[in-house]
């Protein structure tokens, strides 16, 4: 819950000043703030937040909530009050959805795309299309009274989501929201702002969307006739990016190896069908045709100007490098190693040795934790060692969520990891 | 240019308001809808001229104009004036550069991140660390006096442009910006704004770059083994593009097809190189299995809930149906063939055949043009090829502008075009 210091500080010096200039330049100040608040924030939940908690600011409220509209279905997104001693995050009312049609005070503004603003919602009248919910009150122990439940709404009119203001105070007292009247531009400003802000959001969030899944698929498609799934890139792509965040790189990193890795072996597209998909064990002559699928790799997505492509061109080159300077293309040695191959190089082969592949089964989990603790100072760095370790929670949970349709385990085999 | 109704609709009136508080309201407003204006333009060249346009319109100011920022250069984006006559588009002043560090009004405010507020920018004394370049004026018979110079900067402070008004006016005479000492909330309101859908265009500038030279990259490397080319896919995307522009197609569209048509035969991924890579001409079987590239590369991009991915999964499916029904694999026929199949499969085929394949050299121009003719209504919907003769120059500036590397026009051959 975010804690506003709500009526101590300024709640009521605000608006009972005499003085209507001051009071309007101050206004301008705060929804310009608001605005530039919000076109900041460009990641969607916490965007949500701000619109939330810079609305109550301005309206100066104890409790407000925000509804995104998803097709036919409003989805509960976001809570706060300050007056109530218990957490209400989203996590508590997470999932939580009603329909657009539904007869609540959302489904009514969205359906409707009009403003509600009510002096109290338990005298709500019998005949009006929509009625208030009191079940929040009742488990919480609060009184809503007067809520203002606003559409926000794109430059097309359709209602995008829905902001509910709840309990306005003035001097310590809770007043209905007809002061909006006098206000009804700010009102306007403000739900425009915060539309204009969502729209942005989702069209970032979409883009982002269709970035990532267009990586999947082209680099499912590159290893066509290999081994490799799309759950075996979905998964070591997030180990990656779990390893990441535990060795405390920044988020900007921890986005793009997650992106950036699921091309590692997009070199293997220039490596003859004769030897990707051969049944038996390689001979030296072909497993070193093999081993030139970093170089390609690198040559395939080399000399971009993008940040995600160079980190990828990175991580192609140096995924088969060992700590101990004994992998290849380039026998790097320790940190000469780039820490994207480091840390991809772990994930990769952790889920490798997990996972059935046409010469070996999957392995046990516990020899494959063995092996890497044996292989620590010799194939991989000690530090991302110790990262997987120290995360391993989150790593098995992983394997587990993005598990091969049919998983099997089979148990040892002496195998060696191909590639 | 944009011409704004400057002086005469509501130029005067406005300031001259002797209710202080009826003006501060349309302030709030016009601050607000600036601000609106602002977030939802996305595409970054509009976004520039917004910029200028909503500033100019706030501050009644005869002309404006925008610098960004690259790297050490200021970059002139756009320049706007309502009193003289000729077209000051950014055409004209197209690709200035002047560096950060010049001894003008722009490069001053970049290097500084300084505001300057300049009442003539003819007396400005000659030991300032900046100068006024008459250069404009004295083209355009135009006197530049008073001067507002306003840094872009973002959340970390780093100016991206510098905004320059022109000449504000009041009651037809020009005045100096002395006004905005009063109003120094208003001003950083404003550059603060512009600052961040700055942040924000270029930003999703950059999603899409990296997004398009992600698409490319992965579409090359699936079409390693085969003879399509980086430039081929350049060539038959912008072709598939300008086709739907002339038919009428809309901005997003237009996009997506660009985007989308360059993963068209992903699908040959999973045909055997022995098929792929075989020098001479495929036996029947052989040309079967060369012939499941559409399917295969439907299966690679099927079921995402991008639309771009739908779209390319449409595409990979029907590029090589054909209008008469002989196509494959659907043999479906006419209208029944989707709109972007029936575009792309004449984007390709046009290029396929004015280039150089290990099979076929190129084929001069007027024979290439002289196939899409005769085999009108039989390969190709009549209305793109029409759209294609109508959109000629066009298709001929894009062969040109990304031609191969080293084009080979080798006259006739009796070949035809494989896959």
Redesign the interface.
């Known amino acids: 819950m975010i804690s506003l210091p709500l009526r101590q500080d300024w709640g009521d010096k605000a608006l009972t000043s005499p003085n209507?200039?001051q009071e309007?330049?101050q206004?301008?100040?705060k929804?310009?703030h608001i605005?530039?608040m919000?076109?900041?924030e460009?990641q969607l939940d916490r965007l949500l937040a701000t619109i939330v908690e810079e609305s109550r600011r301005f309206f100066f409220c104890e409790g407000g909530s925000l509804f995104t509209r998803e097709g036919e279905e409003l989805k509960f997104r976001i809570a706060q009050n300050d007056v109530l001693n218990q957490n209400i995050t989203s996590e508590n009312l997470k999932g939580k959805q009603i329909s657009v049609s539904a007869k609540s005070i959302a489904g009514f503004v969205a359906s409707s795309g009009e403003i509600l603003n009510i002096s109290d919602v338990y005298e709500i009248p019998e005949e009006a299309p929509y009625s208030f919910d009191p079940s929040f009150d009742t488990q919480n122990d609060y009184r809503t009274k007067s809520v203002l439940a606003l559409p926000l709404k794109d430059?097309n009119d359709r209602v995008l989501g829905v902001l509910q203001l709840i309990n306005p105070t003035r001097e310590s007292n809770i007043v209905s929201f007809d002061f909006v009247k006098d206000d009804q531009?700010?009102v306007d400003?403000l739900a425009?702002?915060a539309a204009?802000?969502l729209?942005?959001a989702k069209?970032?969030d979409?883009?982002?969307?269709?970035?990532v899944?267009?990586?999947f698929?082209?680099?499912?498609?590159?290893e066509?006739?290999d081994e490799d799934t799309a759950s075996h890139l979905e998964r070591m792509s997030r180990y990656s990016a779990v390893l990441s965040r535990k060795m405390g790189f920044d988020d900007l990193f921890i986005d793009q190896i997650q992106l950036a890795s699921p091309?590692h072996d997009?070199g293997k597209?220039?490596i003859?069908?004769?030897i990707l998909m051969k049944p038996g064990k390689l001979t030296d002559k072909e497993f070193d045709i093999m081993r030139t699928h970093p170089q390609?790799g690198a040559r395939?997505?080399g000399g971009?100007?993008?940040?995600?492509?160079k980190m990828a061109e990175v991580i192609a080159l140096s995924h088969h490098e060992k700590w101990n300077g004994m992998g290849y293309p380039n026998k790097l040695k320790g940190e000469e190693i780039p820490i994207e191959g480091r840390i991809v190089a772990l994930a990769d082969v952790f889920d490798a040795l997990t996972s059935r592949r046409c010469y070996k089964p999957a392995w046990p989990l516990e020899r494959a934790l063995n092996l890497i603790k044996e292989t620590r100072e010799e194939h991989f760095d000690p530090a991302v060692v110790d990262a997987f370790f120290e995360s391993l929670d989150q790593i098995l949970e992983i394997k587990q969520r993005y598990a091969d349709e049919a998983p099997k385990e089979v148990d040892d085999h002496e195998t060696s990891i191909r590639g």
Chains 1, 2 share one sequence.
């Open positions: 209507r200039e309007l330049l206004r301008i100040r929804l310009t605005g530039i919000l076109s900041k460009r430059h531009d700010l400003s425009s702002q204009i802000a729209t942005n069209l970032i979409n883009m982002r969307d269709a970035h899944d267009t990586i698929r082209l680099s499912v498609a590159a066509y006739k091309m997009v597209i220039g003859p069908d004769a390609i395939i997505l971009s100007s993008s940040p995600l492509l």
